[in-house]
């Protein structure tokens, strides 16, 4: 997921207060080209995690240097060629506390009617580099999953944050942020990612 919109800068606190997680060892890892609409790899259903091993925790560090060098809030394993249920995080809530973490094998929570408030904001997506439409989502989101290690975890949040839960758990089911849009909405996105240049490396669709 990328960074909130830039005209959003009035209601983004400038320095998020707290950090809730563990930040990474951004001294592992190989940073990867980022794949975008197009590719197949991002169009259809991750397989689940079954292998809690060295490889996992080489991917894992892999996404959260390649996430960074996009300069983005959150990256889902298919964002980097591998169709795999795994997506990793960095991402501030409408509270400034940041969210910092991944998930294996996620799975969204339903929401029952009273918590399912809307927030209509920009969203924007590492994998449509350059554009950004508004999207209602519910505000709060809570996810149940494991870590690298395979122990049950759940993470919860609100606003962005809960945003890019939904938008990270739509990766690995196969949907961009892009396919929840109206047909226009959609265009108009397209359009913008046409007209800008990526500042990071991207995989060229064939």
Request: charged share 30%; glycine share 8%.
């Amino acid at each position: 997921m990328a960074e909130q919109h830039e005209h959003e800068t009035a209601e983004t606190p400038a320095e998020p207060v707290k950090v809730v997680g563990e930040e990474p060892d951004t001294t592992r890892g190989t940073v990867r080209p980022i794949t975008v609409v197009g590719n197949p790899v991002l169009h259809r259903p991750c397989e689940a995690v079954t292998a809690f091993d060295a490889d996992l925790a080489s991917l894992i560090d892999d996404m959260f240097v390649s996430m960074y060098a996009a300069e983005g809030v959150g990256l889902a394993a298919n964002q980097i060629g591998v169709g795999t249920r795994v997506f990793v995080y960095d991402c501030p809530d409408d509270e400034g506390v940041r969210h910092v973490g991944h998930i294996v094998n996620p799975v969204l929570e339903e929401l029952d009617a009273s918590r399912r408030l809307l927030d209509e904001s920009p969203e924007g997506c590492l994998s449509v580099p350059g554009a950004y439409a508004d999207l209602a989502r519910p505000d709060y989101a809570a996810v149940t999953g494991q870590d690298r290690d395979g122990k049950e975890i759940r993470i919860e949040g609100t606003g962005f944050f809960a945003r890019c839960l939904q938008h990270e758990t739509d990766h690995l089911n196969g949907y961009l942020y892009i396919d929840r849009l109206s047909k226009r909405d959609r265009k108009d996105a397209l359009r913008q990612m046409a007209e800008s240049t990526p500042r990071y490396a991207t995989v060229p669709n064939d």
